[in-house]
């Protein structure tokens, strides 16, 4: 079974509280749910990559064949969390490493997920 292709867009949020990581993708789920039904949020198998909450800009995964379909439900998002917002696309690639050397993203998400790892000094012994 080959594995599938992805694109890596990097977007602007602009609202005026800025949103949680999970809220944000949240409502990304939601407006491609909205627009293309579950299929939709199936086949584009959105992710969020990095996302900065001070500088309002994030990182987010998504097939190849839906890039097109999946810029469209970004830009019908108009709400996240009660609050008026806009998502805007600035820059896709095929690697996250080509968005990363574009632009700095301080990634509030992966402080989350390495606070959540163990230290790197403990030793895992697998069967």
Request: glycine letters at 4%; one cysteine or more.
């Amino acid at each position: 079974m080959n594995r599938q292709s992805r694109r890596y867009l990097a977007l602007r949020i602009a609202s005026d509280p800025p949103p949680t990581g999970e809220k944000l993708f949240d409502e990304i789920k939601n407006s491609l749910r909205r627009l293309f039904g579950e299929y939709g949020v199936l086949k584009a198998s959105p992710r969020l990559i990095a996302y900065d909450a001070e500088k309002m800009i994030g990182i987010v995964r998504c097939s190849h064949l839906w890039v097109e379909r999946f810029r469209a439900a970004l830009a019908l998002t108009t709400r996240i969390e009660e609050h008026r917002a806009a998502l805007f696309i600035f820059r896709s690639a095929g690697t996250v490493a080509a968005l990363r050397r574009s632009f700095p993203v301080n990634d509030d998400l992966r402080d989350k997920r390495m606070a959540r790892s163990p230290p790197s000094d403990t030793i895992r012994y697998s069967r």
